[in-house]
């Protein structure tokens, strides 16, 4: 299948542990993104990240990161999770068509849960 | 950085009603305005998009319009089904094409 596929679906893991989500894409996408869904649905991107540039929302916490070891490939990994850490994180990805930006097609989601 | 407002946060109609979602945007730089539906549980799908140098687009019952100098785009839904039921999302793009969501509508198509 063709998609945005990110594991796992669901972590529940202690305040201050550190964790990864991974996401991979096999659409040839080249740019990939990781939003963060919070319990009032609101939607709010977190990083943009093509093979030359990163770009941070200024409101992430250092505590985020994210890693890609090669175009098709976005993983995120959160240091000394906090309880306000948790929400749903979507991985996402899309194409350029002639330099313009198009859809953004989402992974089904990873509820993190901190206790 | 960008900022966008939508209203209504949520929207409850008759089945067969129309629905109407409206958003503002701040950065006049943006050119690309989707919209996302969302239903319980599931990831948000594009349900229609619109880039800046378009005023208006329709796909069978859903609509977008586009006021540039306003910056204010609306999602008109017609003929609407329970199906429809889910949340949607108006979003505008920044730099890196990073969309900028606005806080939802929660659309319950009563029958």
């Known amino acids: 299948d063709t998609a945005v596929s990110q594991t796992p679906k669901y972590l529940v893991t202690q305040m201050g542990n550190d964790k990864s989500i991974k996401c991979e894409q096999n659409?040839?996408?080249?740019?990939m993104y990781w939003y963060k869904q919070d319990s009032k649905k609101f939607l709010k991107i977190m990083f943009s990240y093509n093979n030359k540039e990163l770009i941070i929302n200024e409101t992430v916490p250092n505590r985020f990161s994210p890693k890609s070891p090669d175009k098709a490939h976005l993983n995120l990994h959160i240091n000394s999770l906090e309880l306000g850490d948790s929400a749903v994180y979507f991985c996402?990805?899309?194409?350029?068509?002639?330099?313009?930006?198009?859809?953004?097609?989402f992974g089904q989601g990873t509820r993190l849960t901190v206790v | 950085g960008e900022n966008v407002e939508q209203h209504p946060s949520t929207l409850s109609v008759q089945e067969g009603d129309s629905a109407v979602i409206k958003c503002t945007y701040s950065d006049s730089a943006s050119n690309y305005f989707p919209w996302y539906k969302q239903e319980l549980g599931k990831r948000p799908q594009l349900i229609i998009d619109?880039?800046?140098?378009?005023g208006e687009k329709k796909d069978q019952r859903i609509a977008v319009t586009l006021n540039k100098t306003a910056k204010h785009f609306s999602l008109h839904i017609t003929e609407t089904q329970p199906e429809d039921s889910a949340v949607y999302f108006c979003a505008a793009t920044t730099a890196g094409n990073m969309l900028t969501f606005g806080g939802g509508t929660r659309l319950m198509v009563k029958p």
């Open positions: 619109i880039r800046s140098n378009v």
């Open positions: 996402a990805s899309s194409p350029r068509d002639r330099g313009l930006y198009t859809e953004a097609f």
């Open positions: 659409l040839g996408h080249d740019t």
